[in-house]
């Protein structure tokens, strides 16, 4: 099983802690990493893209010669699952998306910035958006030009295996209907979409977890 977190979230967090424990319960060999500019791993956030951490993904599950891998990719970490089970199809046997965010850096970032917004990012290179006391997300110029290198609709692969997106009904960052575009396309034969009623878009919470660990 390998579990692939989201925006500037680490492999301490939650959902990571409660996966292993759920590996463990299975008797699942395990996987998940910081990110480059994430957690505990080295490298600076605003200097890296969705093609970067694509790309060290493929790499260690390579390296390690992972194979049958139960995919399960949160938020940003579900764009990587999916475009990994797309382009490998041979090694993954299921993918689970929990609040998956396939293109948001276009989608759901850029095509909501204000002007000014957009104008700090091309000028200035970044742009600071505090979300709370001790947390701001940076994003930078990279982060958005790079990542359109890897946009998922420019992928023509299809993936056979079972797939299901978990999404909260609660979610502000990722609107429960996002990946219904899927529904129409062919790129999942068979696709399951849950709406977990109440959940927000971190799908933390225990009754949220436990849905999802039926699907494991």
Same mark, same amino acid.
């Given at each position: 099983? @390998? *579990?692939?977190? /989201?925006?500037?979230?680490?492999?301490?967090?939650?959902?990571?802690?409660? *996966?292993?424990?759920? +590996?463990?319960?299975?008797?699942?060999?395990?996987?998940?990493?910081?990110?480059?500019?994430?957690?505990?791993?080295?490298?600076?956030?605003?200097? #890296?893209? &969705?093609?970067?951490?694509?790309?060290?993904?493929?790499?260690?599950?390579?390296?390690?010669?992972?194979?049958?891998?139960?995919?399960?990719?949160?938020?940003?970490? /579900?764009?990587?699952?999916?475009? $990994?089970?797309? #382009?490998?199809?041979?090694?993954?046997?299921?993918?689970? /998306?929990?609040? +998956?965010?396939?293109? *948001?850096?276009?989608?759901?970032?850029?095509?909501?910035?204000?002007?000014?917004?957009?104008?700090?990012?091309?000028?200035?290179?970044?742009?600071? %958006?505090?979300?709370?006391?001790?947390? &701001?997300?940076?994003?930078?110029?990279?982060?958005?030009?790079?990542?359109?290198? &890897?946009?998922?609709?420019?992928?023509?692969?299809? $993936?056979? /295996?079972?797939?299901?997106? $978990?999404?909260?009904?609660?979610? =502000?960052? @990722?609107? *429960?209907?996002?990946?219904?575009? $899927?529904? !129409?396309?062919?790129?999942? %034969? !068979?696709?399951?979409?849950?709406?977990?009623?109440?959940?927000?878009?971190? =799908?933390?919470?225990?009754?949220?977890?436990?849905?999802?660990? %039926?699907?494991?």
């Amino acid at each position: 099983m @390998v *579990f692939i977190h /989201g925006l500037q979230s680490s492999m301490n967090g939650t959902k990571a802690t409660f *996966f292993s424990n759920v +590996a463990k319960k299975k008797n699942y060999s395990y996987l998940v990493m910081d990110l480059r500019g994430h957690g505990l791993s080295s490298g600076t956030f605003r200097e #890296l893209s &969705v093609k970067d951490w694509y790309q060290d993904l493929e790499k260690i599950i390579n390296f390690l010669k992972i194979n049958f891998i139960i995919l399960v990719g949160s938020s940003m970490g /579900g764009w990587l699952a999916i475009n $990994f089970s797309l #382009l490998n199809q041979s090694k993954v046997i299921k993918l689970i /998306g929990l609040a +998956a965010a396939p293109d *948001f850096t276009e989608l759901i970032l850029w095509k909501n910035f204000s002007n000014s917004i957009k104008d700090k990012i091309l000028i200035k290179g970044i742009y600071k %958006k505090r979300i709370s006391k001790d947390f &701001v997300y940076e994003y930078s110029e990279i982060l958005i030009k790079q990542s359109r290198l &890897v946009l998922t609709k420019k992928i023509k692969r299809k $993936f056979a /295996g079972d797939v299901i997106f $978990f999404q909260g009904s609660k979610d =502000l960052s @990722v609107p *429960f209907n996002y990946n219904n575009r $899927f529904l !129409n396309g062919d790129q999942f %034969k !068979n696709l399951t979409i849950s709406i977990i009623k109440g959940a927000d878009h971190s =799908l933390s919470d225990i009754r949220s977890l436990k849905i999802i660990e %039926k699907e494991i």
